[in-house]
């Protein structure tokens, strides 16, 4: 038996897929910990683990976030995703004397994020300071059969020495958010009756989350082992333990299987996270490494985007498509993907329009279950949006800037700024109103691209209606007989309090027109279902007549003469300089000065206006985009992760190569190179979305077109792009898509689903 397991590990590092599918880390750094945990961060939209060393170190931040574990945190007034105790703690104890990290720095220390299998490999030697060294390997995943199940492998090699060794598999009694913010009360951490342990914890609303962790080693039956699993009252973390009499050059191994529930998931998580994990651990590692491989083949299918002749981009898209589906659920409508996914706490793990708009249209492209289970979520929380509304005197329903269980709006009042000692004060929360369109767009997108009808009739007219009701109770009619959109802010955070801001403007009237037009088709298609909808919302005729008479005269700005389209009204008479005659180099002009002062110039935060032009292509011709993107990108900071991609999307569009290398560039290495600085908050999981936008959309030149109702590809690649392969579902069928460059061809194929052959429907070159 130990032979076989241990060839096994042995093989998974051997086994591991080439450069372009994994994220290679050697060396160990830590002071670095913090940022590269949140990296390689493994999960599957359930659970997300840090990618910290078994044992930690005193600059790790190991933590483990459960989707949807939200507890309220007073001072700020907000629900904080819960930071759980790390699952995969391991201490290792050589004749009696445990190892801590420190001073036991990890030596020829490798890890590897395995992004085509899912899974984390690392392989270490330990030192123990008396010169004895033991070689460690460990693999480590989160199962996507069963999203409550974490498995972890573990070798151990003494290398030059001969004596006992214990192994402590603990789940630790606490753990705690930035700040010291402690969320968890242990109720208990006990043994199991025959192997493992198990912990309970209840977060400040009282839910309970509990924890199995069960182990079992591979070594043979003669070996005399003892084995002892503690917990109890006063100890705070369940520990199980190995002991035994290890020779030098043998390979000892074990398997660890830990479970995860929370009340919101189960009546009964205590008693699922142990029959799971007593399961799991009666599973050979084969079987469950190779349901791993099986899953995860099954999600590259469709989302995986082949770059021929650029590793680079290659293998910085994988990274962020990898960390796109270890965040998502399509078993679980009642969360969403926060701003930093499940791999870190920025954001408290709270929910923006960075789903809808810069992640959702990959999952709609490639993984149309997870955009449903994305998308319901907005409908689930639609209870929240209408309070938000009505508390702001407002109709309809308006969709909170940050979100979390309930759709409340739950963006902190204020942030604490620690370097300066001061509390800066936040406004998105009910400024930023564009979030409802957003919201309004996907639930379209998504319909366009799914044809299901099922999710229209069951809550998506209800949402497209009620967040057009409360676009007109949020607008004035003005003396020009047009409708304005007034005290609010756009998506370039830089201005507040700002009238008309074109982008939402723009949202807003197509929000209404499309929920009309929705409204239309259910009339003809299901009346029925159109009148109950009509009735849940109490929304009569002359409200529909009001609210199509309203969409027509938003305003929006149309001056031919002016350099642009202006982003609010007296955008263009404040300080027109651009970054460059600013005279800032290094980092976002907000950095060196102060919001009064940066309201008053013409420098963005990120893309708003240009925004409606990766949005809605068909606008280019209409709205100017080649004049719009020159007035607005000189003027952009990027003091947004969300800004990069959105501009090598257009200069992709617009041919213009060098720059849109330039900005793919930093988008690709956002979070790999840490170039804002704060990867140790989680992964951007805008920037993962925009990645794929960037290249798909404005390199590829993918287009759902709504009129002629196809799939359309108009693509410019970079010279040195020998090729570019994605897939599109369009109502149910895929679209392979493969564009050669010099010269620039491609090919439409649709995969037959009953056999998995393609037949190819359509070839061109420009
Ligand atoms: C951006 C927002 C974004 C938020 C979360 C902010 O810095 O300005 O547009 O939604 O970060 O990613």
Redesign the pocket.
């Known amino acids: 038996m130990e032979t076989e397991m241990t060839s096994g590990l042995k093989e998974l590092f051997s086994s591991a897929p080439e450069t372009t599918w994994r994220i290679d880390q050697e060396g160990f750094d830590p002071y670095q910990e913090h940022d590269i945990e949140s990296l390689f961060t493994i999960g599957n939209g359930y659970l997300g683990v840090r990618g910290s060393s078994e044992p930690l170190g005193r600059f790790s931040r190991p933590a483990m976030f459960v989707a949807g574990l939200f507890s309220p945190e007073p001072r700020l007034q907000m629900p904080q995703l819960v930071v759980c105790p790390f699952p995969f703690s391991v201490k290792l104890c050589i004749d009696g004397h445990c190892l801590d990290p420190e001073p036991h720095v990890p030596e020829e220390h490798r890890r590897i994020l395995d992004l085509k299998r899912g899974m984390m490999l690392r392989e270490w030697v330990l030192d123990d300071g008396d010169g004895k060294r033991t070689a460690l390997r460990a693999v480590r995943g989160a199962s996507l059969e069963n999203r409550h199940v974490l498995f972890q492998y573990l070798e151990i090699e003494p290398l030059n020495y001969s004596g006992d060794v214990e192994v402590q598999f603990m789940i630790p009694g606490s753990a705690s958010n930035m700040g010291g913010i402690s969320h968890l009360t242990l109720e208990e951490a006990s043994p199991l009756p025959d192997i493992g342990t198990i912990s309970r914890f209840k977060t400040k609303n009282d839910e309970e989350l509990a924890i199995a962790s069960i182990s079992q080693p591979w070594f043979s039956d003669e070996l005399e082992v003892s084995h002892t699993s503690e917990g109890g009252d006063e100890s705070s973390d369940a520990t199980e333990s190995w002991r035994w009499h290890s020779k030098q050059g043998e390979t000892y191994g074990f398997t660890r299987i830990v479970s995860v529930s929370t009340e919101r998931m189960n009546d009964s998580p205590r008693d699922q996270v142990i029959l799971d994990s007593q399961e799991w651990l009666s599973k050979p590692m084969a079987d469950v490494i190779g349901g791993q491989i099986d899953s995860w083949e099954l999600l590259w299918r469709d989302s995986d985007v082949k770059i021929k002749g650029d590793d680079f981009y290659q293998q910085a898209l994988r990274f962020y498509l990898y960390h796109m589906l270890i965040s998502a659920n399509p078993d679980d409508p009642e969360v969403s993907i926060g701003?930093?996914t499940l791999s870190g706490e920025g954001?408290n793990g709270h929910v923006?329009?960075?789903t809808e708009t810069f992640m959702f249209p990959f999952f709609v492209a490639t993984q149309p279950e997870m955009a449903r289970a994305l998308i319901k979520y907005r409908h689930l929380t639609l209870d929240g949006a209408r309070r938000k509304a009505k508390d702001l005197g407002f109709e309809g329903a308006y969709y909170p800037w940050e979100s979390a269980l309930t759709g409340d709006e739950v963006t902190p009042k204020e942030v604490y700024v620690e370097d300066e000692d001061r509390a800066i004060p936040i406004h998105?929360g009910f400024l930023q109103t564009h979030i409802t369109a957003d919201v309004a767009l996907a639930v379209r997108r998504y319909w366009h691209a799914t044809g299901d009808d099922t999710f229209m009739r069951e809550g998506g007219l209800e949402i497209l209606l009620e967040t057009a009701r409360f676009w007109k109770s949020r607008s004035v009619e003005g003396p020009d007989e047009c409708f304005h959109i007034e005290d609010l802010q756009g998506?370039d955070?830089y201005h507040i309090y700002v009238n008309d801001n074109a982008y939402t403007n723009y949202m807003a009237s197509w929000n209404v027109l499309r929920a009309l037009e929705t409204l239309e088709w259910m009339r003809e298609n299901y009346p029925t279902d159109a009148e109950t909808i009509l009735a849940g919302c109490e929304m009569d005729q002359s409200e529909i007549e009001g609210l199509q008479d309203y969409a027509t005269r938003i305003y929006f700005p149309d001056d031919p003469d002016a350099p642009a389209i202006e982003q609010f009204r007296g955008f263009f008479e404040l300080d027109s300089r651009t970054v460059a005659e600013h005279g800032r180099k290094d980092g976002p002009l907000s950095q060196a000065m102060e919001p009064d002062l940066l309201q008053k110039t013409q420098i963005l935060?990120?893309p708003d206006i240009l925004l409606l032009f990766q949005l809605f292509p068909e606008l280019a011709c209409k709205k100017g985009f080649r004049k719009n993107f020159e007035y607005y990108e000189p003027r952009c900071d990027h003091?947004?992760?969300?800004s990069y991609p959105t501009h090598a999307l257009l200069a992709a569009r617009l041919g213009k190569f060098d720059m849109a290398l330039d900005y793919l560039g930093l988008t690709a290495r956002l979070d790999l190179d840490d170039v804002m600085g704060n990867a140790a908050l989680g992964i951007?999981?805008?920037t993962a979305g925009g990645l794929w936008q960037a290249i798909v959309f404005g390199f590829g030149g993918l287009r759902y077109d709504e009129e002629s109702d196809s799939v359309l590809v108009d693509p410019r690649l970079p010279d040195h792009w020998e090729s570019l392969e994605f897939c599109a579902f369009d109502h149910g069928e895929i679209f392979e898509i493969t564009i050669t460059n010099n010269p620039v061809s491609w090919e439409i194929r649709t995969r037959v689903s009953e056999n998995g052959k393609t037949k190819q429907i359509r070839s061109s070159s420009p």
Do not use: N
């Not at 003091?639 to 969300?642: I, N, R």
């Open positions: 701003a930093r954001y923006f329009w960075d998105t998506p955070e935060k990120q003091g947004s992760s969300l951007h999981a805008a």
